[in-house]
């Protein structure tokens, strides 16, 4: 699982394209969630780091 981390906001999803001008995003049935502009993505962050340590990554 991933997490898109945007100035609005967060987009979890379970897999993730880059394309040249951004991320598309999926969910775990592979349905198109969201298309994310690099420009507009502060991190793609694994969720794996949230689960082991409860200190912010921000």
Same mark, same amino acid.
């Given at each position: 699982m991933?997490? /898109?981390?945007l100035?609005?906001?967060?987009?979890?999803?379970?897999?993730?394209e880059h394309?040249e001008n #951004?991320?598309?995003?999926? !969910?775990?049935? !592979?349905?198109?969630l969201a298309?994310?502009p690099?420009a507009?993505l502060?991190a793609? /962050?694994?969720?794996e780091?949230?689960? #082991?340590?409860e200190r912010?990554i921000m």
């Amino acid at each position: 699982m991933f997490r /898109a981390i945007l100035p609005e906001g967060q987009i979890d999803c379970e897999r993730y394209e880059h394309t040249e001008n #951004g991320l598309e995003l999926y !969910d775990e049935d !592979d349905e198109f969630l969201a298309f994310v502009p690099y420009a507009n993505l502060h991190a793609l /962050a694994d969720e794996e780091i949230y689960s #082991g340590d409860e200190r912010s990554i921000m």
